[in-house]
């Protein structure tokens, strides 16, 4: 049986999905194409049709992570034109961002996307997927950041993620010691007002 395009399409979507959970569940080591054929529910043998080596299919979930993103990037960058905000407005708003991408629906993105980020230190070709995307983010926030008064967009953008990113990981790891949403909005005011 000849699958059509679109169901090659399905598949390599269904697998990407896949590697994601097992990254989810297992970290960077576990990702192995028999461990995603067994949490896609394939028969043995699949995933390498799709994605024959490790990096190929640690580029497709770098790729499906970011699609999977969209709508929460979507959203943030709808927040451009109601602009201008004070820090603290927009401080709030990037709280908003953070608390939507960790819901329980969503963390996983986090997760998987942290652990990408431990792999590409290993894997220059990798590394190159994932700078493409870090780039797309950092000009996002660059259109964002004006809306802000921020008057460097160019230097602060780069800064602004590395900060989201830092409170991300720490609200994914440390449980016990969650920031209250109070503390996290004085760390992004605190940006905004020297941005």
């Not at 090659?8 to 999905?17: N, Q, S």
């Not at 709280?95 to 230190?121: I, K, Q, S, Y």
């Not at 290993?122 to 996002?140: C, D, G, K, M, T």
Request: hydrophobic share 45%.
């Amino acid at each position: 049986m000849t699958l059509s395009s679109t169901q090659k399409t399905d598949r390599r979507a269904l697998v990407a999905d896949a590697a994601i959970a097992v990254l989810v569940a297992e970290g960077g080591r576990g990702l192995t194409h028999r461990a995603v054929d067994r949490e896609a529910g394939l028969p043995q043998g699949s995933t390498s049709n799709y994605f024959p080596t490790r990096e190929a299919l640690l580029t497709a979930a770098l790729h499906r992570v970011v699609e999977r993103e969209r709508p929460s990037v979507e959203a943030m960058e709808a927040l451009v034109p109601g602009g201008p905000y004070d820090a603290r407005r927009a401080a709030e708003l990037m709280a908003d961002f953070m608390e939507e991408t960790l819901h329980p629906d969503r963390a996983g993105l986090n997760v998987a996307r942290f652990e990408l980020e431990l792999e590409a230190r290993r894997r220059p070709h990798f590394q190159e997927a994932l700078n493409e995307v870090r780039r797309s983010y950092v000009a996002i926030v660059e259109r964002l950041l004006p809306a802000a008064g921020c008057t460097d967009p160019h230097a602060h953008a780069p800064q602004l993620l590395v900060l989201l990113q830092g409170l991300t990981l720490n609200q994914l790891v440390e449980p016990a010691s969650t920031l209250s949403r109070d503390a996290v909005i004085e760390q992004f005011e605190r940006f905004f007002a020297t941005c």
